[in-house]
């Protein structure tokens, strides 16, 4: 579970919309807290709900991928600074490894051909939505509203700051956008393009009532 808020909640925003973790072995857990952070189009990263600490040792979650030597307490909130080597990314799944994407180190599928990426009977995420870049399976975007409403009703295809085209959940206004919690309800999202942007936290009280007493938004 703490892994999954990790995920759920990184700095990475901008990072992991490019790089869903995409290879044939990952869990449907894996799968769900990337089509969660495809909402980020911003050319900042927004404010996000992060585990509060004292030093690094409190950010350690007991996996050699996201232990306190991959993260980073910055002004009290744990910042997670990427993985260290492909041996730390393959413990935490099978065939993974750590490959380097916007300046950020994190745990991909590993590849030969862009054939060995994707999850099998997904539209938005098989092997023509990925490419293998430097033997790490890299996303490379949905390719229509079709692909994403095979994920879940509503979902719609739309082009990020970044130039990539991730699935979100489609709106004509903010309160289409409601998750159901205070940290992810209309008021942290902007309906924009017809689609869903996470505009971040709004305050440590939110996080906690979404996440649990240990959460801040950091700002």
Not at 77 to 91: F, H, I, K, Q, V
Not at 129 to 137: A, D, I
Not at 171 to 180: E, K, M, R, S
């Amino acid at each position: 579970m703490r892994v999954f808020r990790l995920l759920l909640w990184l700095p990475l925003f901008l990072t992991l919309t490019a790089c869903p973790p995409g290879g044939k072995d990952s869990d449907d857990t894996v799968t769900d807290t990337v089509t969660d952070t495809d909402t980020q189009s911003s050319d900042e990263i927004p404010a996000y709900c992060a585990q509060s600490c004292t030093s690094n040792a409190d950010c350690g979650l007991g996996q050699e991928a996201f232990d306190a030597d991959n993260f980073d307490c910055n002004e009290g909130a744990c910042l997670y600074t990427g993985c260290n080597s492909d041996a730390e990314c393959e413990s935490w799944l099978a065939g993974y490894v750590c490959a380097e994407v916007f300046g950020v180190s994190i745990c991909l599928q590993g590849c030969d051909t862009s054939a060995d990426c994707g999850l099998e009977g997904i539209a938005a995420h098989d092997a023509d939505n990925y490419e293998c870049t430097s033997g790490s399976c890299q996303y490379s975007g949905c390719n229509s509203n079709e692909e994403c409403e095979s994920l879940g009703e509503g979902l719609v295809c739309l082009e990020n700051a970044q130039g990539l085209s991730a699935c979100v959940q489609g709106c004509d206004t903010n309160a289409d956008c409601d998750l159901g919690n205070a940290a992810q309800d209309a008021d942290n999202h902007e309906c924009t393009g017809g689609g869903c942007i996470y505009s971040g936290c709004n305050s440590d009280e939110e996080c906690e009532e979404s996440l649990g007493a240990e959460y801040i938004c950091n700002q």
